[in-house]
């Protein structure tokens, strides 16, 4: 992940409609993105139309860019609220909640070999998690955001994001230590 | 057994250090144990992971958006107009004939000058109300605007020179100074504008039912879409209105003028969905609120406080009416169904 400097730079430079700027953010970011996204979603078309919007969006409001606010969290936050988005129009019309598409991806033969039993419960525990308690949690393990970051993306304080990312990782340990003899002690 | 997967798997990020400011245990050995059984924790949910498509394919996805974004960019740099080309002008006389060097610092100067007044142009100040306070804010041009908890107000530093904009995500409540200049509140999906008045904004962009809400007190307001200006609404005194995506709708009798204020003085009146309320909770009081099945976040919850309440008052009365349960977890509550049995 860039450091704050780079976002900081990058931002100055967008603001003035340096697509160079825009084309390095764009490589830095747009893997961590799509996986953002392909975790939000389950679903690898919706994501790539997300980050694409996203860049897109950011490409259009490049002028009103503050750079003394995270870029960083303004990319999260805008891949957020479109994937947020996707999942409300994706419930409309399906009337399934999209969450249950992560677990209908029909993996291959060769990646059910792979899928342990420890990320079918991995994924059944965090799946159980309170909904803004997974997100914290997701965003500090997966994404690597520092708990400012995810305040900003979530719209919490930061002493609340520590307590909903403590409280995962107590729930979480105290069920997989339920499954205690499948791992080495 | 290995749990190790062969393809390229993403940086893994360091179990962040204040989680263990969170950890308060009685003895210092039991707290070692903790550290390294969370520290396990964190490691063992990179499994988490293990279906995740491989680094090739987001790589080729990544090289296929980055196509559509720079065709994008380049059709639109095309359709700006080319600038003039530059013509050569037959040199004239000059009546002072400057030395090289008072050129270059005159061309610094100006340099300087033009720089210093772009940046102090540009910058802009953000005022944010934190949890559990609100924030009042006086405006350069006499204007004052309350901030609800949670909410950030930002302006450039050239607010009310030539226009007075601020932006808005979340809830304030303004008085704007009478002026000719118009006063601007933009918010996620609209603007407000007015001359001079009282008057209230709620956008909160990750509600239940994403809106920005406006109520006058006193005067006219002006409240339009953001994107089609079509949609727009002139309101006057007691009046409200409401824009849900890019269309303007009433606001539900319910929810009146009256509710629409009440925050600035510590009354909690409001009549939304579980899964709003909650958040207003967790802004006005900064305390976590979860709500424990899902499908309660839609129910519609009215809460009518007069006046400054404590949130285990306000959690109490939504349980009373909606047959719910709520606890006390660390740093907040839980709500949920009651149990039937």
Known sequence: MPSEDSFTHWSERLQSSDQRAFSELFQAMNTVLL?????????????RDIVQDAFLKLWQI????????????????????????????????????????????????????????????LHQYIEEMPARRREAFMLSRFEGLSHEEIAAVMGLTPRTVNTHIVLALKDLRKRLSALQPDRTP | MNWDSQHNKPHTPPLPEEVWDALKPEREEEREEERAALAETWALAEHYRDLEPD???????????????????????????????????????????????????????????????????????????????????????????????????SHQRTFGEEIRRVTLEGEAFFSVAKSEIPFVVGTFNGTTTVVGTQF??????????????????????????????????????????????????????????????????????????????ARELERRYDVILEVAETDLLNEPVAILKESPASVEAILSDIAEIKNYEYRAIPGGYEIKRADTE
Request: charged share 20%; glycine share 4%; aromatic share 6%.
């Open chain 1, 62 to 121: 490049r002028e009103d860019v503050d750079p003394s606010r995270s870029l960083k969290a303004l990319l999260y936050t805008m891949v957020r609220n479109l994937a947020l988005n996707y999942k409300r129009s994706a419930q409309h019309t399906n009337g399934v909640l999209p969450e249950h598409d992560l677990h209908d991806h029909a993996p291959s033969a060769d990646q059910r070999v792979g899928a342990s039993l420890l990320h079918e419960r």
């Open chain 2, 55 to 153: 680094e090739a394919t987001f790589q080729q996805m990544g090289a296929d958006i980055w196509a559509t974004l720079e065709a994008t960019i380049q059709e639109e740099s095309a359709a700006e107009v080319a600038p003039a080309p530059l013509r050569l002008v037959k040199s004239r006389p000059r009546i002072f004939q400057l030395r090289p060097w008072h050129q270059v610092a005159m061309a610094a100067c100006l340099a300087l000058l033009i720089g210093v007044v772009f940046i102090l142009s540009q910058q802009s100040i953000t005022h944010t109300a934190p949890f559990g306070e609100t924030a009042t804010i006086d405006l350069p041009d006499g204007s004052q605007v309350i901030l609800n908890s949670g909410s950030t107000l």
């Open chain 1, 35 to 47: 996986r953002y996204a392909w975790r939000f979603t389950g679903d690898q078309e919706a994501a």
């Open chain 2, 200 to 277: 209230n904004v709620r956008a909160w962009k990750d509600d239940i039912e994403p809106a920005t809400d406006v109520s006058v007190l006193e005067g006219k307001v002006r409240l339009a879409a953001q994107q089609t200006a079509q949609h727009a609404i002139t309101l006057t005194a007691g009046e409200s209105a409401r824009l849900v995506a890019q269309s303007i709708t009433p606001t539900p009798l319910e929810e009146s003028v009256d509710n629409a204020l009440a925050w600035r003085t510590g009354s909690f009146k409001l009549v939304k969905p579980l899964g709003t309320v």
